[in-house]
């Protein structure tokens, strides 16, 4: 029989004709104003014990969410357990299965629930063992795998992730794995990522992280260590991360080690980095230590940096301590940088000392002033003699500058005052605006 009450009906199914015994309830169907209607369907009659006497009882067995009026398009559809007692001898079902959908009826999420566990209170549970989200075509665009769910210490049953996969039509744009199952101090289980595939047009990108870390927070996390990265192109490029390090705040944090990068077609970058080093402010940081360059025609470069320097606002940095061009097998160039100093702005730098530039059999040095602060507070240097010689050892040409000097727009430059032709036995000398004063080679 059905029994109206206000914005709903109840349906209950008879089990016996006493009269003023209620029967257990079979259909109940919920109008909404704003349309959204829903329907709950229940078990047969199951008899508990209530006390000291049997009653008669049912548990949920189906929930039916419309889109609009019932009957009509279904949003959302939830599935239930067979009855299960509770060790108060009373009856109840847990989620088994969910299933979500759009306006056209198709179904766009899928929720799959583990077995029914009892709990530390007596009373069964269920948590989610597999997800699936879908595409507007019925394709799976997300799939979530979960652990073996555990209770937590306040008794609330609890799945983390093992797997999670992103998809976009057959081909798999994200993989994350996951660690075991962790519990906080709170007594909740959660898990960290382990491995994670990241694959998008052009480029796939493998990373790796580091063993669970316990933070600030209570909360489990973990940190990228490495990364590997492959181009359709057949280029790869890898990336390695310290072990993490605490920071005075509590947080934890990787700083890079290594990187590298190479294509088929020759070219070729990597770069050293240091140890960790923490600063003022109690973050890790690592600085350059050496990078080196190879290009698709064979020439390439190396650069070597000084040892880590502390900047007054307590920050880590290195500069260039030397720098080597490479053409064909041989040295094209090598520049040496000097001593770094620190400016007005607190933070250290550097400029060229001498650079040496081979071109064929000819062979140009150049020696450079000490450092220069600019109005900006980096450092420069200027160029004060050049040498030109052939056959690496035949002197030629000798330029030789004026001391540098600020110029109207706040920037050190300088001039030629003299070149000395030793092939020739002569000299020119010149003014600032480059006019000639003195020329011996006449």
Same mark, same amino acid.
């Given at each position: 029989m059905w029994v109206e009450r206000i914005n709903a009906y109840y349906q209950y199914s008879v089990l016996w004709e006493e009269p003023g015994r209620p029967s257990? #309830?079979? #259909?109940?169907?919920h109008y909404s104003a704003d349309g959204s209607d829903r329907e709950y369907i229940y078990s047969a009659p199951i008899l508990q014990l209530r006390g000291d006497y049997l009653e008669w009882d049912s548990v949920l067995k189906e929930a039916i969410y419309y889109l609009n009026d019932s009957p009509g398009p279904v949003s959302l559809r939830e599935l239930y357990s067979d !009855? *299960?007692?509770?060790?108060?001898?009373?009856?109840?079902?847990?989620?088994?299965?969910?299933?979500?959908?759009?306006? /056209?009826?198709?179904? +766009?999420? #899928?929720?799959?629930?583990?077995?029914?566990?009892?709990? @530390?209170?007596?009373?069964?549970?269920?948590?989610?063992?597999?997800?699936?989200?879908?595409?507007?075509?019925?394709?799976?665009? *997300?799939?979530? $795998?979960?652990?073996?769910?555990?209770?937590? %210490?306040?008794?609330? *049953?609890?799945?983390?992730?093992?797997? %999670? +996969?992103?998809?976009?039509?057959?081909?798999?744009?994200?993989?994350? $794995?996951?660690? /075991?199952? *962790?519990?906080? !101090?709170?007594?909740?289980?959660?898990?960290? @990522?382990?491995? +994670? /595939?990241?694959?998008v047009d052009g480029w796939t990108e493998l990373s790796y992280y580091s063993a669970p870390l316990l933070a600030t927070d209570g909360t489990w996390e973990s940190l990228v260590v490495r990364m590997e990265t492959t181009y359709d192109t057949g280029g790869t490029a890898v990336l390695i991360q310290s072990e993490p390090l605490q920071a005075t705040s509590g947080e934890w944090q990787s700083v890079m080690v290594s990187t590298s990068w190479s294509e088929p077609s020759g070219y070729s970058n990597d770069a050293v980095f240091s140890e960790p080093l923490q600063q003022s402010d109690g973050n890790w940081v690592s600085v350059m230590e050496s990078s080196s360059r190879t290009w698709e025609d064979g020439s390439s470069q190396s650069i070597t940096y000084t040892d880590p320097l502390q900047n007054d606002d307590g920050s880590w940095t290195s500069v260039r301590d030397e720098e080597r061009n490479y053409s064909d097998g041989t040295m094209a160039s090598i520049a040496t940088y000097a001593a770094p100093q620190k400016p007005s702005n607190g933070f250290w730098g550097t400029s060229y000392l001498s650079r040496t530039i081979w071109s064929g059999s000819n062979r140009t040095e150049l020696d450079y002033s000490s450092l220069l602060e600019a109005p900006d507070g980096s450092f420069v240097t200027s160029v004060t003699k050049a040498k030109r010689a052939y056959d690496g050892s035949t002197l030629q040409t000798e330029w030789l500058y004026a001391s540098p000097y600020l110029d109207e727009y706040d920037t050190w430059t300088t001039y030629i005052r003299r070149v000395n032709y030793h092939s020739r036995g002569c000299y020119t000398t010149y003014s600032q605006n480059g006019s000639i004063l003195t020329d011996t080679c006449q």
């Open positions: 257990v #309830r079979a #259909r109940e169907v !009855p *299960l007692q509770n060790d108060d001898y009373t009856w109840s079902s847990v989620k088994s299965e969910q299933e979500q959908y759009d306006e /056209l009826g198709n179904i +766009r999420n #899928r929720y799959v629930f583990s077995e029914p566990m009892k709990g @530390p209170d007596g009373t069964w549970a269920s948590a989610g063992a597999e997800s699936y989200d879908y595409s507007e075509s019925g394709e799976i665009t *997300l799939e979530v $795998i979960y652990h073996v769910p555990a209770f937590s %210490n306040d008794g609330v *049953l609890q799945a983390p992730e093992s797997i %999670n +996969r992103n998809w976009d039509g057959d081909s798999l744009v994200e993989e994350t $794995i996951f660690s /075991l199952p *962790l519990q906080t !101090p709170a007594g909740d289980w959660q898990s960290v @990522p382990e491995e +994670r /595939l990241y694959s």
